[in-house]
């Protein structure tokens, strides 16, 4: 149960032998540009929860993408080996993180693109599952435009960069 209770996930490599001094400083000194105020948190729940209230209001999730969510989610259960089951409430919590997500950059809907972040929550004990999710993604974005010569140059040069 511990594993899932964290909703994003990053897989990192070791700290090699040559660079862990410099890691262990860091951790020390505290890394620049991220100074906390009088001992206090850099951001509280609280400011979290104004953020997921003010995104609540301000953010549209389209009914087109829910139904992507929910077959994606579908896809990792029924198709992929091994299957990845994505519980009711991790899957609550990723909407809600996408259209946080979508306010914090300033938009006003949920778009495709931005279904990407479920990249790093719906993988589950391997971090090779990250490639399923993305790739049912990009054919799924692929198909729902109608195959639009734009958006496939636009994908593949996201596709690269990821």
Same mark, same amino acid.
């Given at each position: ?14 700290? &090699? ?132 010569? &734009?958006?496939?140059?636009?994908? &593949? ?6």
């Amino acid at each position: 149960a511990l594993f899932d209770r964290f909703l994003l996930r990053r897989s990192v490599p070791r700290v &090699s032998d040559e660079a862990v001094q410099g890691f262990l400083r860091q951790t020390l000194d505290g890394v620049a540009g991220l100074t906390r105020s009088e001992g206090g948190s850099i951001l509280t729940a609280s400011d979290t929860q104004v953020v997921a209230e003010r995104a609540a209001s301000a953010v549209s999730f389209p009914d087109r993408l829910l139904k992507l969510v929910v077959g994606l989610r579908a896809y990792l259960r029924d198709e992929v080996e091994p299957p990845m089951a994505i519980s009711d409430r991790r899957l609550a919590k990723a909407v809600q993180l996408v259209r946080v997500a979508t306010y914090a950059a300033g938009g006003s809907e949920v778009c495709e693109l931005d279904l990407l972040l479920l990249q790093h929550v719906f993988w589950d004990r391997a971090p090779e599952q990250v490639e399923a999710v993305r790739e049912w993604l990009f054919r799924r974005f692929a198909e729902s435009d109608g195959e639009a010569e &734009s958006t496939q140059y636009l994908l &593949s040069g996201v596709q690269k960069r990821l």
